[in-house]
């Protein structure tokens, strides 16, 4: 039988032209390249397979896919480091990739993926300023660290309205927000929810209104979108309306300072005041809608197409992201839906605006019940 290996052996190496060794005891099998050094060899022996010898390491190239064991039966893989004690395993009884005086490296911008999603679900990073976690997609993906702001890099808003200041039947302003409306309108914590949420109530009647911008004084601003400044930024609103079906006209997004003033929305149900805005409005015409608007002063009013369709009592997320270059972004429950170029004229690209939401009554009546809103923007 032996003989018969050895012929066999004999013929491979005439194919592959290469040299092969079979020895008496312990078979061991060494293939040669020819014209290379005796120490450059393959060799199968006690049970190994070895590339070169003890002294002699040779480069190993795999054209294909490596598989080690089988589904449900594994192999401990031990890679050893160049210090004694140190390497990597992958424990197969474990179920456990280890690292035994040894260490993981990723560069600047290279993400650690968690989740079970193809991409990942979330992905932790260093930028090579500072670090990152966030969402791999959706509305916040690639957003700074909102755990942990670096402060001098870019700030974090969080407003939960728990415990806010109430404005009933009054213009007013505390809690850092402005209100403004008719003679009885509320702006109110609503009595028994968790987590804190303010409800909008204009008075009933149609074009009756109230207003709620973010900042105390009126001269306040939070976000500005300009070009190729990489200055990126988000916000974020959760809210919902109280009806579809009525006709009333309500607004969530951004405007320039001192916007909450009677008829930022105007009375015809179908654009704003002569200001800086952008953000998600329902018409009184289409009540089913929820469309994307933006207006730069003294131009035109935009509208940038549909965001969705919203659902009486049912909260939903509407937010803004900038890219920092030129392009805006409108999202609805964290997926994309509408785009805007900054630079194409109409849109409000190097003015200072904050957050607003709005309520015009028209034939019908809509409370609107704000749960949170959150901006994150580099500086």
């Keep these: 039988m032996k003989k018969l290996l050895i012929i066999a052996f004999l013929l491979i190496a005439f194919v592959l032209q290469a040299d092969i060794q079979v020895e008496q005891g312990n078979i061991d099998w060494r293939i040669y390249e020819q014209g290379t050094p005796a120490t450059q060899y393959f060799q199968v022996y006690h049970g190994r397979v ?3 010898n003890s002294a002699t390491t040779l480069p190993t190239y795999l054209n294909g896919g490596l598989y080690i064991g089988k ?3 594994g192999h401990d893989v031990v890679l050893y480091g160049a210090t004694s004690s140190s390497y990597m395993q992958w424990d197969e009884s474990a179920d456990m990739l280890l690292f035994e005086a040894s260490d993981a490296k990723f560069g600047d911008d290279d993400y650690l993926l968690f989740g079970d999603a193809t991409s990942g679900d979330v992905q932790m990073s260093w930028n090579g300023t500072y670090f990152e976690t966030a969402p791999v997609s959706g509305f916040w993906a690639n957003c700074p660290n909102l755990s942990y702001p670096d402060a001098s890099l870019y700030f974090h808003y969080f407003e939960d309205f728990i415990g806010h200041v109430n404005f009933p039947a009054a213009s007013g302003a505390g809690g850092g927000w402005t209100a403004l409306g ?3 309108y509320d702006v109110l914590n609503a009595a028994g929810t968790i987590g804190g949420i303010v409800q909008l ?3 009933a009647g149609s074009d009756k209104e109230v207003y709620f911008q973010l900042g105390e004084l009126g001269t306040e601003t939070y976000i500005e979108y300009v070009k190729d400044s990489g200055n990126k930024s988000w916000v974020e609103f959760r809210v919902a309306a109280s009806s579809i079906t009525g006709a009333a006209n309500w607004f969530v997004g951004l405007a320039e300072e001192g916007a909450a003033v009677a008829d930022f929305i105007v009375d015809t149900g179908d654009s704003t005041a002569n200001v800086d805005m952008v953000g998600f409005v329902v018409w009184e015409g289409d009540p089913n809608a ?6 730069l002063a003294d131009s035109n009013f ?3 197409g549909l965001s969705g369709v919203p659902v ?3 909260f939903l997320t509407l937010g803004l992201y900038f890219d920092g270059v030129q392009t805006v972004t409108w999202y609805h429950n964290g997926t994309a839906v509408q785009t805007a170029d900054i630079d194409n004229g109409y849109f409000p690209a190097g003015e200072e605006m904050s957050p607003i939401i709005a309520i015009k009554q028209g034939a019908a009546n ?4 704000v749960d949170w809103i959150r901006i994150v923007a580099e500086r």
């Design 50 to 52: 070895m590339v070169g």
């Design 71 to 73: 589904d449900d039966t």
């Design 182 to 184: 008719d003679a009885t």
């Design 201 to 203: 109530s204009a008075e």
């Design 290 to 295: 929820i469309d994307c608007n933006y207006q």
């Design 302 to 304: 935009v509208d940038a």
């Design 312 to 314: 009486a009592n049912t």
């Design 366 to 369: 809509v409370t609107l019940s």
